[in-house]
């Protein structure tokens, strides 16, 4: 998707002094007038705080907007107050009569810290509850969006991370959902103004204060000494920030059909579709490969990775030795090597061996991904009742599919080009114990009719 341009000094955000209703919400309401189609929702994501109560208010007094919005509050369970800070949040938006979702997360640390495994989990929510013509609306402002500049900075990030927060971008690569930010240039001096002049009450979480969290510090106590050092300088530091963001946009454009030219489609289940060649990526020059890796990365959704992340999916996973089965843990999915590509695949989930119906259509649960069943009206799987198993509870067995020789599981396997990670929790059914069908691969020629039916594990 092409990235989005939009200025970040606008002079209609910086000589505010009181706002009031109108100049704000026409102001929001200008900037989205370019987005909005005709159709979708506007989800708001609402914590509660000062910024987010402004901008839910601000777009409940359009009324045209007003139907259109949802206030969706992600429920991270981190602090004793997290359940009044839903019971606010669902008041507030009862009050301005704007629907109201919440949604309960588990916040896991992936060793990145407890704030980036909050924000993952928020985005996650976010792709979850949002369709294709819906705008996530985020309340970020200008300070930030500075925070982040003056973090990433210290981190050694390139012009990406450099770029900071856009105003406008896909809510992931791969994503038909656009993230919208329409405060990014107000302050957060101006939006405590607004909140003032319209009585709004907020939540204030505790956690804010504390500097032992990074963001926090860098608000609390350096920031406030740059700027009494360097008064009046934030408008030039904006400006340089519209500048990477424009550098940034160009080089994803640029970059673009030089990492198309990289990927392929699978269609594995628990695997995203998305996969890189790696010898098409070593056919590259050398410093583009990790611009195409990060490319590629956030096409499947998947948190933009440091550099050492990147040199750990080269040495441990590309340049391993061609009979192992490498893989590096990036959050909460993996990093494999298979056929010379690159996947990223989701944990599995466990399996528990049932019994499956194959006398009507239908579906079924199984390691995260879907076992569906289809009655095809012509030659098929008998229908009937079979055990449903995981291939591991299946060492040893055979069977015979119609005009061909006898197969074990690793034939199978092989004949298909089945990664190593599925093997162990690929479908099986049997009957009296004997192996019928490896689903959605084969089946023995005793368990096929003329008019039977169809199963598949999707991904």
Not at 301 to 312: E, I, W
Request: net charge negative; aromatic share 8%; glycine share 6%.
């Amino acid at each position: 998707m092409t990235p989005y341009s939009w200025s970040l000094v606008d002079p209609l955000y910086n000589d505010y002094g009181a706002m009031t209703t109108l100049d704000l919400t026409h102001h929001v309401t200008a900037f989205l007038a370019p987005l909005l189609g005709e159709e979708g929702r506007l989800i708001v994501g609402f914590s509660g705080g000062l910024d987010s109560s402004v901008l839910l208010h601000a777009l409940a007094q359009n009324e045209a907007l007003k139907t259109r919005l949802v206030a969706l509050h992600v429920h991270h369970g981190l602090s004793p107050n997290a359940d009044a800070w839903e019971a606010h949040c669902y008041a507030a938006s009862d009050n301005l009569g704007v629907a109201f979702l919440c949604a309960r997360v588990a916040v896991t640390s992936d060793g990145n810290g407890i704030e980036q495994a909050a924000r993952n989990a928020r985005y996650q929510a976010f792709q979850q509850h949002a369709k294709s013509d819906d705008l996530v609306l985020l309340a970020h402002h200008s300070d930030d969006q500075i925070e982040t500049f003056f973090q990433r900075l210290v981190r050694g990030s390139g012009l990406t991370g450099l770029a900071a927060m856009t105003p406008v971008r896909p809510l992931f690569d791969d994503s038909d959902v656009l993230l919208v930010r329409p405060l990014l240039g107000l302050s957060r001096k101006q939006l405590e103004m607004y909140a003032q002049a319209q009585q709004l009450t907020w939540v204030e979480d505790e956690s804010n204060s504390d500097t032992r969290y990074e963001r926090n510090w860098w608000r609390n106590e350096l920031l406030p000494q740059i700027w009494q050092r360097f008064a009046g300088r934030e408008g030039s530091l904006k400006r340089s920030l519209e500048q990477l963001q424009n550098d940034q946009a160009l080089l994803h454009e640029l970059l673009a059909p030089e990492i198309h030219a990289c990927l392929a489609r699978c269609a594995w289940p628990g695997t995203n579709e998305s996969i890189c060649s790696i010898a098409a990526l070593n056919d590259k020059p050398q410093h583009y490969r990790p611009y195409i890796l990060r490319g590629w990365l956030a096409r499947c959704g998947v948190p933009m990775p440091s550099a050492a992340m990147l040199d750990r999916i080269q040495q441990e996973v590309i340049e391993a030795a061609e009979d192992r089965h490498p893989q590096v843990v990036l959050g909460d999915v993996c990093i494999r090597r298979y056929q010379e590509h690159l996947y990223v695949t989701q944990q599995l989930d466990h399996v528990t061996p049932c019994v499956l119906d194959l006398c009507s259509d239908t579906q079924l649960l199984w390691a995260g991904s879907t076992i569906a069943v289809t009655n095809i009206g012509q030659e098929g799987l008998a229908p009937g009742r079979y055990d449903l198993i995981p291939a591991y509870s299946c060492a040893g067995q055979t069977l015979r599919p119609a005009g061909r020789p006898q197969k074990t599981l690793k034939h199978v396997w092989q004949e298909n080009s089945i990664p190593p990670w599925l093997r162990d929790r690929w479908p099986l059914l049997l009957q009296d114990g004997k192996l019928c069908a490896v689903v959605g691969l084969c089946a023995d020629q005793s368990a096929v009719v003329a008019h039977g039916v169809t199963a598949k594990w999707l991904s």
